[in-house]
């Protein structure tokens, strides 16, 4: 990624606002929030999280941490084995979610279109079936 996109994506958030999010973010996930609820938290979307956490930034540094207002817990080590199974566990269930979802719309969708073809064919018999009963219009 050139610098000049990095820097045309970031006028929002200053470097550090980033780096303090993205650790909010895993102190989130790892209390068992949703990624849903984690970027309801934190203001921002679930794309542009996504996006922060593929940036080359830094490393937070602890003492940046320490100062913030809301827990003052420093960010020691990378997320465990089992964390991370739970995340994983997580992402699974919401993908099974969303895989549900898209099938009850797709099975919707048909049955709105078979009856669509079926109201449109009996609107079309129904037309024939008054047009025998009257004979020709210029019988009369």
């Known amino acids: ?18 780096l303090l999010k993205l650790a909010r973010a895993d102190e989130l996930a790892r209390a068992g929030n949703s990624q849903v609820d984690v970027c309801k938290a934190l203001g921002v ?3 542009t999280l996504h996006r922060w ?7 937070p540094e602890p003492d ?9 817990k420093a960010l020691t080590s990378p997320p465990a084995m089992d964390e991370m199974r739970h995340v994983l566990e997580e992402l699974k269930l919401e993908n099974q979610r969303l895989r549900k979802i898209v099938t009850d719309l797709l099975l919707e969708k048909m049955r709105l279109e078979e009856a669509a073809v079926t109201a449109s064919s009996r609107q079309s018999g129904t037309q024939g079936a008054i047009q025998a009963l009257l004979g020709p219009a210029d019988s009369r």
Do not use: C, F, T, W
């Not at 990095?6 to 550090?16: A, F, I, N």
């Not at 940046?64 to 003052?72: S, V």
């Open 1 to 18: 990624m050139n610098r000049a996109y990095l820097d045309g994506k970031m006028k929002k958030h200053s470097h550090e606002e980033i």
């Open 64 to 72: 940046i941490l320490q100062n913030r207002a809301d827990d003052g």
């Open 45 to 47: 979307s679930v794309m």
């Open 53 to 59: 956490r593929k940036l080359p930034l830094s490393k």
